[in-house]
C-alpha cells in the first residue's frame, strides 16, 4: 500500500436506466449490478470496491430515483436518497441532453442538500454528436455548483478513467477497508437472483417486470470432483396472468430465463451450475412489508 493511499465512500445516483449500474460494471471489470433496457432495475444499494495503486474507492450503486408508486417504490428512492450523508463523492449521472426535466430538477435540489462534492458525469456520449455535446453540458453547468462535469460512455469506456482519476483528487488519504480481493459486500445468492431477475428483465414484456422478484430457495455445493452447484429459485410475480407468460408455451420462456442466466452465474461462480426455475404467484407483494423484506428490500434499513 503506497504512503498517500486514499479511500472514500461515492455515490452513483440519477434518474431510472441512465446508466449507474453499467458505469459501475464498468470501472469495477465484473458484472455485480444488473443491468436492461427498462427502468428501475436496481433495487437496493449495491456496494463495489475499486482498487488500484491510488487507493480504494467504495462505491454504493443505488436505485433510480423516481415517483414511488408503491412501498417497493418507497423502499428504493429511500435507499437511493439515504446515501447523500454517507459519502465523500457524489456522482450524478445525466443523459446527453439540453432538456432539464422535473425529475432531474427534483435530484438537483436533493443534492443541494449534500455536504460531499457533486461530479455531473454525463453519460451514453456515444449516442450524440461530439459537436452537441458542449450544448448539452452548458445547459447543466448552471444546475448545481458541481465539482466537475465529466462526459463518458459507459457502454464502452470512453472517459472512464479521467472520471477515476477526478474522483481520487477528491479523497482524502485513507485506510483500506477491504482486502485487493474483495468485489462487493452482496452474498453469492442475493448476486444469483439478481442476474435470473435480469434475464426475466430483458426478455418478458414491459408490464411484468415491475412486478417480479426472485427468491433463491436453495444453493449447495454438490460433492464430487468437479466443482458443481445445484441452484433452486424461484421467479414471484403478482398475477396468475403473468405466471403464464413467464413460463411461456410449453416451458419456453422460462427455459430461456434459465438458459441465459446460468451462463452468467457460472462466469460469476466460477464454476458450473445446474439452475432450476419455478414460478409463484404472490399478489401485490411489492405493497406487502412481509414480502418486501422475505425478498430482501428491508426498508428498515434506511
Request: aromatic share 8%.
Amino acid at each position: 500500500m503506497s504512503d498517500n493511499f486514499k479511500s472514500g465512500f461515492v455515490t452513483l445516483i440519477g434518474r431510472p436506466n441512465v446508466g449507474k449500474s453499467t458505469l459501475m460494471n464498468r470501472i469495477i471489470g465484473q458484472k455485480i449490478a444488473i443491468t436492461s433496457n427498462k427502468p428501475q432495475t436496481t433495487r437496493n444499494r449495491i456496494q463495489t470496491v475499486y482498487h488500484d495503486d491510488r487507493g480504494q474507492i467504495v462505491f454504493l450503486d443505488t436505485p433510480g430515483i423516481h415517483k414511488a408508486k408503491n412501498k417497493l417504490g418507497e423502499y428504493m428512492v429511500n435507499a437511493a436518497e439515504s446515501t447523500f450523508k454517507e459519502v465523500d463523492v457524489v456522482l450524478w449521472l445525466v443523459e446527453p441532453t439540453d432538456y432539464i426535466g422535473k425529475g432531474e430538477q427534483h435530484i438537483a435540489e436533493t443534492l443541494k442538500k449534500s455536504q460531499a462534492p457533486v461530479i455531473l458525469v454525463m453519460n451514453k456520449i456515444d449516442m450524440v454528436k461530439k459537436t452537441e455535446l458542449l450544448a448539452f453540458i452548458d445547459a447543466y453547468k448552471d444546475v448545481l455548483d458541481f465539482a466537475e462535469i465529466v462526459p463518458v460512455s459507459a457502454i464502452n469506456g470512453d472517459g472512464v478513467e479521467e472520471l477515476v482519476t477526478t474522483m481520487f483528487s477528491y479523497l482524502d488519504e485513507g485506510p483500506q477497508y477491504y482486502d485487493e480481493d474483495t468485489i462487493t459486500d452482496q452474498p453469492e445468492r442475493q448476486i444469483v437472483a439478481e442476474l435470473i431477475r435480469e434475464k426475466a428483465l430483458r426478455l418478458l414484456s414491459d408490464e411484468i417486470p415491475h412486478g417480479i422478484a426472485v427468491s433463491i430457495e436453495q444453493m449447495k455445493d454438490r460433492p464430487g470432483k468437479r466443482a458443481l452447484v445445484d441452484i433452486d429459485a424461484t421467479i414471484i410475480c403478482e398475477r396468475d396472468s403473468h405466471k403464464g407468460i413467464i413460463i411461456g408455451k410449453q416451458g419456453s420462456m422460462l427455459k430461456k430465463i434459465g438458459t441465459d442466466a446460468r451462463q452468467d452465474i457460472e462466469d460469476f461462480l466460477q464454476c458450473k451450475v445446474n439452475l432450476k426455475l419455478w414460478v409463484k404467484v404472490k399478489k401485490d407483494w411489492r405493497d406487502s412489508d412481509f414480502l418486501l423484506k422475505n425478498f430482501g428490500y428491508d426498508k428498515k434499513e434506511y
